[in-house]
């Protein structure tokens, strides 16, 4: 069977008239089924997720303010959507740096995810509570996702080892990762970061679709729907998958 598996990213609260815009959009073109990748506590301020969360000093007793609190409106359309077919993954606590890598690292991570590369240089015990915290933040307004994926895809050990522990499975650039099997894949994922990913990135997600394999995975950030070479290529990528059944990544580990 050929599947296609999109995943929709960047779900908070300031995101969320276009992503609800962008689910119709997908409706549209025949995916039944999306990956809502939501992050828990987007709306914490910058100065609060630059430094570690042993040194953040969080309000609300050294807690982030619970998404259900934030967002009221947007915690009830995600339980709706879910009961409707979609699934939720975790996307990161924050999606914001955190931390600073040492070099070689650094440049892997400002590439990946620029100023989103959430876990490259935490230690284990902040990595290990910032992914437990924005589980909790979820489970708080009745979201309990299987997965996980990693903000800009940037990954590090001690991400790697509590995923494993605290989740069923977590998706890097090149399969998605689960505890009794790894699904092979590619995430045709645009870029929107930078001028040069803006540019280029269109032409390589195109040319990488040209062989498409039994899972096709497609990620949509709210970003794209600012370009309309983004715009042009999700319509391309869809085309192609046309025929295929939607899934969610937790229906592909099934």
Same mark, same amino acid.
């Given at each position: 069977m050929t599947v296609v598996a999109v995943a929709l990213h960047d779900v908070e609260p300031r995101t969320f008239g276009r992503v609800q815009e962008i689910r119709v959009w997908l409706l549209e073109r025949g995916v039944a089924r999306v990956t809502l990748l939501v992050i828990p506590a987007a709306d914490e301020p910058d100065d609060v997720c630059a430094a570690p969360v042993a040194e953040a000093g969080w309000r609300a007793g050294g807690q982030p303010t619970p998404i259900g609190v934030q967002a009221p409106a947007l915690a009830a359309w995600l339980r709706c959507q879910v009961a409707r077919g979609d699934a939720v993954a975790q996307h990161g606590l924050a999606h914001k740096a955190t931390g600073v890598a040492p070099w070689p690292r650094s440049i892997v991570? &400002?590439?990946q995810a620029g100023a !989103?590369?959430?876990?490259? &240089?935490? &230690?284990?015990a902040d990595t290990a509570r910032r992914v437990l915290t924005g589980r909790r933040l979820l489970g708080d307004i009745e979201l309990y996702p299987r997965g996980f994926v990693a903000p800009g895809y940037a990954y590090t050990? !001690?991400?790697r080892a509590v995923l494993a522990e605290s989740f069923e499975w977590f998706a890097d650039t090149r399969r998605i990762r689960a505890r009794s099997q790894n699904i092979k894949s590619r995430a045709l994922c645009l870029g929107s970061s930078t001028p040069l990913k803006r540019l280029l990135s269109p032409q390589l997600v195109r040319a990488a679709a040209r062989k498409l394999g039994p899972v096709v995975r497609i990620d949509v950030h709210p970003a794209d729907f600012d370009l309309p070479g983004h715009v042009a290529t999700l319509e391309l990528l869809l085309a192609r998958a046309e025929g295929r059944n939607a899934v969610t990544y937790d229906e592909l580990l099934a």
């Open positions: 991570a &400002g590439w !989103a590369a959430e876990f490259p &240089g935490l &230690g284990a050990r !001690a991400l």
